[in-house]
């Protein structure tokens, strides 16, 4: 079973614009990772935070993290055309297990 | 740049057939990791190996799938038999060790059960 959530689970927007994507999660982590899918294929590993960090940036993507509320948000901004994927969050919690969510399905419009 | 191999990349095959997928993780990574894709979801993992020892199986439905990675190198996942619900993308992902938290997935095999 998968724990968590990515919200939304489905978002469209015009290139250029921002993306905001949300993973919420219910037990401890020690860290949290997002992934990007591009259609029938497999994960590419975008960024990595810790559970004692709270931002990180990696290009255009910037990752929050926040351990009160057990949520992490993935913003990419200025998004283009090939950003069009699926992006999902993989929690990695006791025993080095990571458990993934279902994933946002990001549409970038050209 | 090394990448982790898959193979077949697609595979369809009868219900109650056997069916294997093959992977050849990044050279020197020692922890491996089998995924289950369904359709519209995230990946669940399956099995996860630290060199050719299994750390977690809790997952992998024991009475008909199996895995094994013998050298602790190239590993194979195999269903036998197949039902019509083992349909999805089998994905694969090595990383350096079980501390290593960054995953390397390969492209995945995907398999259809008619």
């Known amino acids: 079973s998968q724990q968590g959530e990515e919200d939304p689970q489905a978002l469209s927007i015009q290139e250029g614009e921002n993306a905001t994507m949300n993973c919420s999660y219910k037990?401890?982590?020690?860290?949290l990772q997002w992934y990007r899918q591009n259609s029938g294929r497999g994960l590419v590993h975008l960024i990595l935070?810790?559970?004692?960090?709270r931002e990180k940036h990696s290009g255009r993507l910037r990752v929050t993290l926040d351990t009160s509320k057990k949520s992490s948000s993935l913003l990419i901004t200025a998004s283009r055309a090939a950003d069009t994927a699926s992006y999902f969050c993989?929690?990695?919690?006791?025993?080095?297990?990571?458990?993934f969510g279902i994933g946002t399905k990001l549409q970038v419009i050209p | 740049e090394a990448e982790v191999a898959q193979s077949p990349r697609y595979k369809i095959t009868e219900k109650s057939q056997a069916v294997a997928f093959w992977c050849d993780p990044i050279?020197?990574?020692?922890?491996l990791y089998w995924y289950r894709q369904i359709l519209g979801q995230g990946p669940e993992l399956l099995v996860q190996?630290?060199?050719?020892?299994?750390?977690?199986d809790s997952q992998l439905p024991k009475d008909r799938f199996s895995a094994e990675r013998l050298k602790g190198v190239d590993s194979t996942l195999k269903i036998q038999p197949a039902e019509l619900g083992d349909s999805a993308m089998y994905l694969c992902?090595?990383?350096?060790?079980?501390?290593?938290?960054?995953?390397?997935f390969g492209p995945g095999t995907r398999l259809l059960v008619l």
């Open positions: 050279s020197g990574h020692a922890t």
């Open positions: 190996f630290q060199d050719e020892s299994v750390v977690d």
């Open positions: 037990t401890s982590i020690n860290n």
């Open positions: 935070i810790r559970s004692n960090e």
């Open positions: 993989a929690r990695r919690g006791g025993y080095q297990k990571v458990t």
């Open positions: 992902a090595s990383s350096l060790g079980q501390t290593k938290e960054t995953q390397y």
